[in-house]
């Protein structure tokens, strides 16, 4: 059998013994704030084991996509250097939630690895919980695997907690497992190896028997019903079965690349690097780099299929991290383009017929993909010529710890991950200075934290034991309550009160400003914030005393400015809708913010909106204004949501969610449920009661802000009246500098820039005749070096882009060796240029300038045939020169 005949084995041997089988749930959490990404066939499940939810089938069995990259489930380090590590990987598994338990579980495990795939028994072990101070050990397991199984009994060994006892975390379900192993050593002798983290004592399937819950205090209590969860790596289970010849030949290495899994990934490797991969253990780095691309790219186009696109923080970074360590492992294959993309496909082809997503999303991932390759490109060599000097700096001082600084530099500047760092930096011999890195990120967090114009709420409020604040802002704007805290010193202060009209930051609605006003005392609200569902108004004392807990005060918000927000947040719905209608159903809401003076909206796009698309979008939008539709909403269990409400990526609801709707009947609060708007979002924020109170809608901008995320800004109402205008008045100022009306504005503009071509066309030929004279003069100043024509010369204050006219130039008649160097604004630029005939000898561009370089405070590299490099020290330049003979002749001796 190969990879989908047993992806298939396993779970049609579960469907016979009673099991529903289930899809994988996305590798991006929906609803588990407490998970990056999907690391474990049971974080779907979680709910039924915590007694959250109640399962509709008792037996359950799947293959879950798992990603694991941080925490204590990280083995990126070990990918591609081993050959059972990953990123990505399928959980085979098999789930009682309160059903039969651990005799069937035992049972059929057994049977599967045995009789279906016929796994020598003899190279079987079970481990079983050995017992410890707090808990016995499990005995009911190791009976069961004598009297439901043939195993060897002398092959049931006992271990501690750290190997066979499992927990969800600090607290909630755990319990005893049984892990089942493998015996992978060519003369069946690795019974010792169990446990002692040797890959020739596989561990192959987890069988978790859930039978306690883990209190606050560290006591284990009984569980009323107990669960079996079980997990089989995939990936392990086809190296198994495929590299042993379904378990009758052990004398070769047994590698989870050297399946059908991952054989299609490597081969198209192959074909675009002309390189071969080796099969088995290979350390070589070829096949390493081709074992972490392969990885990589599985769990980039999953990650991107389920919605985790590249950014600079949580997943989108992770996501970002992986695609560059696999670019930057390219450069091995001698890949400088982008390739990872053209892998997707490949992907697709073999993975798509048991993740369908693949296939739906496959263009999106293309394109993310391409671009990100793209945009580091433009970065990596800069950064691994940087490394490099560093390298060759420490080199020369005899020095082993690469500096913080400048792995922090890699980062900050180029775009490097310090994980990737670390591995140059390792293969080079060397290891990252660490402390002095993480000191620079933390340096570099507290000036953006500083620079932030408002500050989070105290520390103080946060602690405070105080009720949630009921929020009656979506009925009142002024409201009598009670002070319950007041914190701060001197005028600036933060209430929190018994109720509030103020609506508190969040989902991207700025929050309110506004007044209250006590007996005695007038504060100005200048922000509201939400902590742990108490509201936090910031203040500033204007007049009077202090404010005292208990005391009475009438709390009012500043209603032009709501009505403000409100007109953008309900435009922002209508923005919503048309982008979804204009460009696709792939649009998805990213991130946004809704403010008085404006409103910004981030979402999934693969590319630019173009004009025509952002007027038909603007003419939606202010269609819908113009037939002043109302807005509505009301609340229904999130149980209940239809499919036609929009609910956003990753967001976390409560039991009842919130629907605004736009259009249909009513407007303002409805007493029940009515789904029939053209518009309609779970949202908490505020809105108008009807479309018509949003005035005209006017876009500000549009661009990208990171591979496949665009980001569109824009103004309605009174803001839209000003942007508008200032538009107009550029035109009309534009105009009169030019002495023309308006509406001749652009046939004057496209005078001017045919003129403009022209000038530059002749500026062009210029700089051409001048390069072809100044190749000329050169030509007649060549020395020899042996039989090597060897030019050096300072040809005056010239930019980098003369010098390459100047060596396109001297190149047809030139078959030696030339540095030719310019000056300008204290800074040296240098060019090598070597004859082919001359690069097969041994000599090298990319080698010469960067001795050059180096003379005059710089550096630089590239190409054996041409290399560009600079400086900072132009004295010294004649010097450097002046040795460009010498070094030609050290390379023609080496």
Known sequence: MKGAEIRQSFLDFFREHGHAIVDSAPVVPFDDPTLLFTNAGMNQFKPFFLGQATPGTRRVADTQKCIRVSGKHNDLEEVGYDTYHHTFFEMLGNWSFGDYYKREAIRWGWELLTKVWGLPRERLYATVFGGDDKLPADEEAERLWREETDIDPSHILRFGRADNFWMMGDTGPCGPCSEIHLDLTADASGGDLINKGSPRAMELWNLVFIQYNAEPDGSLRELPAKHVDTGMGFERACAVLECTEGGKDFSRPVSNYDTAVFRPILEALERLSGKRYTPGLSEDPVSVAMRVCADHIRMTAFAVADGALPSNEGRGYVVRRLLRRAARYGRKLDLHEPFLYQLVQVLEQSMGHVFPELGREREKIEKIVRAEEISFNQTLDRGIALFEGEIERLAHRGGRTFPGEVAFKLYDTYGFPVDLTEVMAREAGFVVDMPGYLTLMEEQRERARSAQARVTVTAEAE??????????????????????????????????????????????????????????????????????????????????????????????????????????????????????????????????????????????????????????????????????????????????????????????????????????????????????????????????????????????????????????????????????????????????????????????????????????????????????????????????????????????????????????????????????????????????????????????????????????????????????????????????????????RAQGKG
């Open 463 to 888: 602690q405070l034991d105080l009720p949630d604040t009921p929020f009656v802002g979506f009925d009142t704007l002024e409201v009598e309550t009670e002070v319950l805290a007041v914190l701060g010193k001197d005028k600036d202060l933060e209430l929190v009160l018994h109720q509030t009209p103020f609506y508190a930051e969040m989902g991207g609605q700025v929050g309110d400003t506004g007044w209250i006003f006590g007996d005695a005392d007038r504060l100005r609200v200048s922000d509201t914030l939400k902590r742990e569902g108490v509201v936090v108004h910031r203040c500033t004392l204007e007049g009077g005393p202090r404010p005292q807990e208990s005391s009475a005060v009438k709390a009012a918000v500043d209603v032009d400015r709501r009505l403000h927000i409100e007109r953008h947040h309900t435009a922002t719905h209508l923005l919503h809708h048309a982008l979804r209608e204009v460009l696709g159903k792939g649009v998805r809401q990213q991130g946004s913010l809704v403010a008085p003076d404006r409103l910004r909206f981030d979402f999934t796009h693969y590319e630019a909106v173009e004009p025509d698309e952002l007027r038909t979008i603007e003419r939606i939008i202010n269609e819908r204004i113009l037939e002043d539709q109302g807005v509505s909403w009301f609340e229904i269990p999130i149980s209940k949501k239809p499919d036609s409400v929009i609910a956003f990526f990753g967001d976390k609801y409560g039991d009842k969610v919130r629907v605004v709707k736009i259009g249909g009947r009513g407007e303002g609060r409805l007493p029940e449920a009515v789904f029939d708007g053209y518009s309609m979002e779970l949202c908490g924020g505020t809105h108008t009661r009807r479309t018509g109170e949003l005035g005209p809608f006017h876009f500000a901008s549009e661009g990208a802000i990171a591979a496949g995320v665009r980001r569109v800004e824009a103004v309605c109402g009174h803001a839209a009246l000003e942007s508008i205008r200032r538009d107009l008045d550029i035109l009309d100022r534009a105009a009169q500098r030019l002495g023309i009306k308006p509406d001749r504005l652009e046939e004057r503009l496209q005078a001017l820039l045919e003129n403009q071509k022209d000038l530059e066309r002749q500026l062009e030929q210029a700089r051409q005749s001048e390069a072809a004279a100044q190749a000329e003069k050169l030509l007649t100043q060549q020395s020899r070096v042996g039989e090597v024509p060897v030019l050096a010369s300072h040809i005056g204050r010239h930019s980098p882009d003369f010098l390459r006219l100047v060596a396109d130039a001297i190149r047809p008649s030139f078959q030696g060796v030339a540095v030719l160097a310019g000056t300008g604004g204290g800074k040296v630029a240098l060019l090598a240029l070597v004859d082919s005939a001359l690069v097969k000898k041994g000599y090298h561009a990319g080698n010469l300038v960067k001795e050059v370089a180096r003379m005059v405070g710089g550096g630089g590299g590239g190409r054996p045939d041409m290399a560009e490099a600079g400086g900072r020290d132009p004295s010294r330049l004649p010097e450097a020169l002046a040795r460009v003979p010498e070094l030609v």
